[in-house]
């Protein structure tokens, strides 16, 4: 990832959605970047969500691994001649010296078109009228289909509960050859935007509770199907417990999947069960050393959650099979899978 200093804030385009506020800058390369920010505004107070660059990198590496289209990423530098220059950096968006993340903009016809599908999703959430045949025709579109089923099993295996309730974590590129499905945001993955806490004092146990939810025994498999269905509950939007519901984005991305001839999301759970731990070694030694906040335990505890959650993926697919999610499908019976289902984890 390349290392980038910023030219100059264009404070008119910075976009509203997403809890970071994050900021529109010119870097040095003369493109425009979505400059995100760990030091945000929260009930009146600043907090410090010191995993959000951590996780996005992580996450970000991992997507890349899977063939999923995401934006360019760059390290955005800040230093004290910059804050000196733009000053409002500091005073206004409280900057401060440091390394940044950040993602590069798409164009602006793209950026045009990703407005009008989030205010189509907004509209199918509310019950519009016409607001979904607009949005199934959009969506109609999307030439990378094949990449839904890969972003919906990485938002679990990195536990991202927060896509398929907001309409704000994908973006659409459009392209000679058609629309393409790009997926943004993964600050807020593995439980929360928090190693150790928003107080100045690192207490990492409630990130350590996420990260050992999956710590079961994997020779039973009574325990995984309860995780699996518990990981599921932790996605719901159902205000009742009767039914599992995970979000209009999940429905809208679902339908255009088909379950008729052959599983898709075969292939990605596939891929997940045969990472090797090397390969997610490699991803977390290439974050930077800036983006840690505790050395060697944080990389040791994400590293053995992820170990572990490539063998949760499959029973989640199951769940979701058998709470009717699938269309054409009526219980995980009916789902096709390439490969027999077994763990290497004791």
């Not at 519009?128 to 969506?139: D, F, I, T």
Request: proline share 4%; hydrophobic share 40%; glycine share 4%.
């Amino acid at each position: 990832m390349k290392t980038l200093q910023i030219e100059d804030w264009i404070k008119s385009e910075n976009p509203q959605l997403g809890q970071s506020k994050p900021l529109m800058i010119i870097a040095s390369d003369q493109n425009r970047y979505f400059l995100k920010q760990q030091h945000i505004r929260d009930n009146g107070n600043w907090i410090e969500e010191d995993a959000v660059f951590f996780q996005e990198y992580l996450v970000s590496a991992i997507a890349n691994f899977l063939g999923i289209l995401t934006p360019e990423t760059a390290i955005i530098e800040v230093d004290k001649q910059t804050l000196k220059q733009i000053p409002e950096l500091q005073f206004t968006c409280q900057l401060s010296e440091g390394y940044y993340f950040a993602t590069k903009m798409i164009s602006n016809s793209d950026e045009n078109l990703t407005r009008y599908a989030r205010i189509l999703l907004s509209q199918v959430k509310a019950e519009l009228p016409y607001a979904a045949k607009s949005w199934n025709q959009l969506m109609s579109k999307i030439v990378n289909k094949e990449d839904i089923p890969k972003i919906i099993g990485l938002d679990f295996f990195a536990l991202n509960t927060d896509r398929f309730k907001n309409p704000g974590n994908l973006l659409i590129r459009n392209d000679p050859s058609g629309r393409y499905l790009i997926a943004i945001d993964f600050g807020h993955c593995f439980g929360g935007p928090f190693w150790g806490g928003p107080s100045r004092n690192v207490d990492y146990s409630p990130k350590l509770n996420t990260l050992h939810c999956n710590d079961i025994n994997f020779g039973s498999e009574n325990a995984i199907n309860l995780l699996a269905h518990q990981l599921v509950i932790a996605y719901n939007v159902c205000q009742d417990n009767r039914r599992v519901k995970l979000g209009f984005v999940f429905d809208s991305l679902i339908s255009q999947l088909d379950f008729r001839t052959a599983n898709p999301f075969s292939a990605v759970v596939d891929v997940l069960e045969s990472m090797t731990e090397h390969q997610i070694l490699t991803f977390l030694k290439s974050i930077p050393n800036f983006w840690v906040v505790t050395a060697g335990i944080q990389q040791r505890e994400y590293k053995d959650f992820l170990l572990r959650q490539r063998f949760i993926i499959r029973p989640i697919i199951d769940v979701l099979a058998d709470s009717s999610l699938f269309p054409n499908v009526n219980g995980k019976e009916e789902l096709r899978w390439s490969k027999e289902y077994h763990t290497n984890i004791q």
